[in-house]
């Protein structure tokens, strides 16, 4: 059953926000864990303890918060993406990856939880392709993804993930 909560808006409130915070389904929220006004947070979301969200932050599903970390206003959390503990995400958690740090770095695909949860190797591969290309190569975010379009295809997981880089707003962790 997902929640919806009016937020107040003006005067310490949410302006421009919508004055709705939702929540999903199926999350786990750890002691402490503090959700502001006109967050968007997905299903089977975990927030360890004392994770924090500022206002009008957007955590997709599956994705996981770890203990002590902040998440600044506006930014996006993406689909599986895991924000190590103790982490201060600034700009965009892409979806798929280790984030973490303070600053918070993106240190690539999270492997590990993809094989727990039952990706297939070719599809973890392609993954792996399109980060090594926007993480290691030699090349701009633009080139990157231009790169990942041609070359990797067939994947709806990299096709998220590219979508992802595309409708940032405040840009995406590197």
Same mark, same amino acid.
Do not use: W
């Given at each position: 059953m997902?929640?919806?909560i009016l937020? $107040?808006?003006g $005067? !310490? ?12 389904? +199926? #999350?786990?929220?750890?002691a402490?864990a503090h959700v502001?006004h &006109?967050?968007?947070?997905?299903s089977?979301?975990?927030m360890a #303890?004392?994770?924090?969200l500022?206002g009008?932050?957007e955590?997709a599903d599956?994705a996981?918060?770890g /203990?002590? %970390? ?8 993406g689909y599986?993406?895991?924000?190590g503990?103790y %982490?201060?995400v600034v700009? +965009?958690?892409? $979806? ?5 740090? #303070? *600053?918070?770095?993106?240190? !690539?695909?999270n492997?590990v ?14 993954? *792996?392709?399109?980060y *090594?290309?926007?993480? %290691? /190569?030699?090349?701009?975010? %633009?080139?990157?993804l231009?790169?990942?379009? #041609?070359e990797i295809? +067939?994947?709806?997981?990299? &096709? ?11 840009g995406?962790?590197?």
């Amino acid at each position: 059953m997902t929640c919806s909560i009016l937020t $107040p808006t003006g $005067p !310490g409130g949410a302006s421009g926000g919508g004055g709705v915070t939702r929540i999903g389904d +199926d #999350n786990l929220f750890m002691a402490q864990a503090h959700v502001a006004h &006109d967050c968007q947070i997905g299903s089977e979301v975990i927030m360890a #303890n004392a994770a924090t969200l500022a206002g009008h932050v957007e955590i997709a599903d599956r994705a996981n918060v770890g /203990a002590y %970390s902040g998440v600044h206003q506006y930014c996006r959390v993406g689909y599986e993406a895991f924000v190590g503990g103790y %982490s201060v995400v600034v700009k +965009d958690a892409p $979806p798929f990856a280790i984030i973490q740090g #303070n *600053h918070a770095k993106c240190y !690539g695909l999270n492997r590990v939880g993809m094989k727990r949860r039952g990706y297939s190797k070719e599809t973890i591969e392609k993954l *792996h392709r399109a980060y *090594h290309l926007l993480l %290691s /190569a030699k090349l701009n975010t %633009s080139q990157a993804l231009e790169k990942i379009k #041609n070359e990797i295809t +067939d994947c709806p997981e990299v &096709d998220r993930l590219v979508e992802f880089y595309e409708t940032s707003k405040r840009g995406v962790v590197k």
